[in-house]
């Protein structure tokens, strides 16, 4: 018997912490930047005279308005509802918070970092602090703790952004250089652009390479000012340059959007392959050819950012359980023993996923087509709205576009379906888009 195509629900949990799961947030963006940032050295020149000036300037606010959006999901993204839904509704931290107990406390703080919604938590009661974990960080989130009675016992201080963590995603989103300053110090082992005061905008030489950089302000956790740093080099500028501004503008926003999907089979999707490969229920459920114990192993590993599993052993498929409009999938054999018992494929994204990404992260429209049958593609998520969007047909694979009194331009990301199959990504950006 091979178990159909099921969903796993999220039981008992609020909408909130569905989004939770389904985010795993940018984990699936940085497959090109995952490496902690290393402590560099950018001497701050003025900027060459052969510099594309206007053209840099046009990629640099768009990647800036990127990186800006990737830092504001640590202060009211769907990160900040998720984390602010695990340390409320915490009763073990509850509890000890409110017996004064700290070693109680301490492990359940452990344990909400763990899940890898925030990445500090500080207590306070009683006026005097509590407890505090995790490290360097950005953006702090603030909100108060209730006890059983319904009366505050205590107040939080909390961060979705390690420093390093943003560093590593915003780099990877951008393709470029992510310092962090505070007043004349450079913190977090990022690029050092030198001591002393640093305009806000300029130029700067990073190993003889010509820079052009501008910032944006943020905020240290606990507490202070911060300063983020984003510094794009003039060949990658020049390789984005358009006729006007607004072609330069809409290159740069594909090269995002080509990034955002092409980490969907980054290194995060590749950590979880290695996850399910070391799975023992998995491996022997597969081995011994039990579909119904197939599908309870796969359904326990839902819940580290993967959205769907297939898998196969002998030509037959055991079971088959996530979403139905999935993207990106990654094929891998499974092993036992060092003999090949059946095979996985696997998503950490579905077409929703994607979709919010997109949207978030870059301000873009999404219209997703694929082939489910004989006939035109079929639309299987948009988000220009409730109402129904447009047939493939009707939507040009770049150019310029109306849709609803609005101005777009469009341009495709070749992707491909769950288990297989092509899935064609129609992008709208939003002209005015700066």
Same mark, same amino acid.
């Given at each position: ?166 560093l590593?995603?915003?780099r ?26 640093v ?21 240290a ?13 003039a060949?990658?500028s020049?390789?984005?340059?358009g ?73 037959? &498929?055991?079971?088959?359980? =996530?979403? +139905?409009?999935?993207?990106? @999938?990654?094929?891998?054999?499974? %092993?036992?023993? #060092? !003999? /090949? ?8 994204q ?28 079929q639309?299987?998520?948009?988000? &220009?709205?409730?109402?129904? =969007?447009? +047939?493939?047909?009707?939507? @040009?694979?770049?150019?310029?576009? %109306?849709?609803? #009194? !609005? /101005? ?5 990301v070749?992707?491909?379906a ?14 005015p888009?700066?």
């Amino acid at each position: 018997m091979v178990a159909r195509v099921k969903k796993c629900p999220l039981a008992g949990r609020p909408r909130i912490a569905a989004l939770a799961l389904a985010v795993g947030l940018l984990a699936s963006v940085c497959g090109c930047g995952s490496t902690p940032a290393a402590r560099v050295a950018a001497a701050v020149t003025p900027q060459p005279a052969d510099a594309p000036s206007a053209c840099s300037a046009a990629v640099l606010d768009t990647l800036s308005s990127v990186v800006q959006r990737v830092y504001l999901e640590g202060v009211h993204g769907e990160r900040i509802g998720s984390a602010e839904y695990l340390i409320e509704h915490s009763q073990a931290l509850r509890t000890a918070v409110e017996t004064g107990n700290r070693t109680l406390a301490r492990a359940a703080a452990h344990a909400l970092l763990a899940t890898g919604h925030l990445t500090d938590l500080s207590i306070t009661r009683g006026g005097q602090s509590f407890l505090e974990v995790g490290g360097a960080a950005l953006a702090p989130l603030h909100g108060t703790l209730v006890g059983a009675a319904g009366a505050p016992i205590g107040s939080y201080l909390a961060s979705v952004w390690a420093d390093n963590g943003f560093l590593i995603e915003a780099r990877g989103i951008s393709q470029g250089l992510v310092a962090l300053r505070a007043g004349t110090a450079t913190v977090a082992g990022s690029p050092a652009l030198g001591s002393g005061t640093v305009p806000d905008v300029g130029a700067a030489t990073f190993e003889h390479a010509a820079y052009s950089y501008t910032s944006f302000p943020a905020e240290a956790y606990p507490s202070g000012a911060l300063r983020v740093y984003l510094l794009i080099p003039a060949r990658m500028s020049a390789s984005l340059c358009g006729r006007t501004r607004e072609d330069t503008v809409v290159n740069t926003l594909r090269s995002v959007a080509h990034l955002i999907y092409a980490g969907e089979s980054g290194q995060s999707a590749q950590k979880q392959v290695r996850r399910v490969q070391r799975n023992q229920a998995l491996l022997q459920a597969v081995a011994n050819r039990e579909p119904a114990a197939t599908e309870a192993a796969i359904k326990t590993l839902l819940n580290q950012h993967i959205v769907r599993m297939r898998v196969s052993a002998g030509g037959q &498929l055991l079971s088959d359980v =996530g979403g +139905p409009y999935v993207l990106a @999938p990654i094929d891998a054999a499974l %092993r036992l023993h #060092g !003999h /090949t018992v059946g095979s996985v494929v696997l998503s950490i994204q579905d077409d929703e996923g994607y979709l919010r990404l997109t949207r978030r992260l870059a301000g873009l429209d999404v219209l997703m087509y694929m082939n489910t049958g004989p006939g035109a593609p079929q639309l299987v998520k948009d988000s &220009l709205g409730p109402a129904p =969007g447009p +047939p493939l047909a009707s939507v @040009p694979a770049s150019g310029s576009y %109306r849709y609803r #009194g !609005h /101005t777009y331009r469009v341009f495709t990301v070749r992707a491909e379906a769950f288990p297989s199959g092509p899935l064609t990504v129609r992008v709208l950006v939003p002209i005015p888009y700066l």
